[in-house]
T-cell receptor, first 115, second 114 residues
């Protein structure tokens, strides 16, 4: 596609519900990243995929957070038993190879509100 | 390990005035440095980046930044602010070598006053 696409754009969940956030990266991009952006903060790294392999999940806040990219393209970030502290904007980014000097292409994010 | 500090969460300038957004980094190895801009309800877009070579880098929309190793700084400037520059700006660092694990600063919101 022309850019990184994320859906839904907004998600309201009741505390305790499970949610799934989708990211469709730019076609052909090997690397995919998920970030969490709290209000007034910069994006915080959650996890990184190279093709279908999840190479780094050190930023996932708890075992309630799970990400997958089974065919090396679309990725889903799942949050189980949502808590109020999970409220944030979740950003997805992709890059061609994942090398340090490359630019990241970001989606518009999913704004998650947990009530 | 790497980190980024952005001084000033909010900066206000008059239209036509100089824009200066400050960024200092900490890195154990030579860094790659980036500035991204985020307009309301949009994703981050790359403004400019420093990887190697010339320390003064020019980006889109008239912005530029200078890598100063001795000061561990990568400040963003624009000679004359335009109303359309109002946005949030994020400085970020990646370590050379390894994969693209990017650390972002907390952001600076730029307000342009007519």
């Amino acid at each position: 596609g022309a850019g990184v696409s994320q859906s839904p754009r907004y998600k309201v969940a009741k505390r305790g519900q499970d949610v799934a956030l989708r990211c469709d990266p730019i076609s052909g991009h090997v690397s995919l990243f998920w970030y969490q952006q709290a209000l007034g903060q910069g994006p915080e790294f959650l996890t990184y995929f190279q093709n279908e392999a999840q190479l780094d999940k050190s930023g996932l806040p708890s075992d309630r957070f799970f990400a997958e990219r089974p065919e090396g393209s679309v990725s889903t970030l799942k949050i189980q038993r949502t808590q109020q502290e999970d409220s944030a904007v979740y950003l997805c980014a992709s890059s061609l190879l994942g090398e340090g000097n490359e630019k990241l292409f970001f989606g518009s994010g999913t704004q998650l509100s947990v009530l | 390990a790497q980190s980024v500090t952005q001084l000033g969460s909010h900066v206000s300038v008059s239209e036509g005035a100089l824009v200066l957004l400050r960024c200092n980094y900490s890195s154990s190895v030579p860094p790659y440095l980036f500035w991204y801009v985020q307009y309301p309800n949009q994703g981050l877009q790359l403004l400019l980046k420093y990887t190697t070579g010339a320390t003064l880098v020019k980006g889109i929309n008239g912005f530029e930044a200078e890598f100063k190793k001795s000061e561990t700084s990568f400040h963003l400037t624009k000679p004359s602010a335009h109303m359309s520059d109002a946005a949030e700006y994020f400085c970020s660092v990646t370590l050379s070598g390894g994969y693209q694990k990017v650390t972002f600063g907390t952001g600076t919101k730029l307000q342009v006053i007519p």
